[in-house]
């Protein structure tokens, strides 16, 4: 499936590419606060249609995720980092889909706080 997404304000838009097939939700501080719903697929499956320069960044414990999010709305869609195998990997928050049916997929719920 071809997705479009963006934040609350449309300045960071994207395109991804991917069957979703699960929600992951985080325990973890940033992401309990946030309400992320996350689909964590390879780098190379984002496509950013807006330069990097239009978003802020934001990491913490590890340092190991850059969570991109728009300086406008404060909208957070996606994070980029590497998995534990060194991969370039894209978690993206699927409540910033267009058109995309939470409801259609389990979710599955993870101790980030535990790491």
Known sequence: MHYHGSCHCGRIAYEV??????????NCSHCS?????????????????????????????????????????GCSPFGFGRSPDGKETAAVNLRCLQDFDLASVPRVQVDGRSF
């Not at 590419?17 to 985080?26: K, L, N, R, S, Y």
């Not at 190379?44 to 728009?70: D, G, K």
């Open 17 to 26: 590419e991917g069957e979703v097939e699960q929600g992951i939700e985080c």
């Open 33 to 73: 606060r946030k309400g992320y719903c996350l689909w964590f697929v390879s780098r190379e499956q984002v496509r950013l249609l807006t330069p990097p320069s239009a978003m802020s960044t934001y990491t913490f414990n590890r340092h190991v995720i850059q969570h991109h999010f728009c300086p406008v709305c």
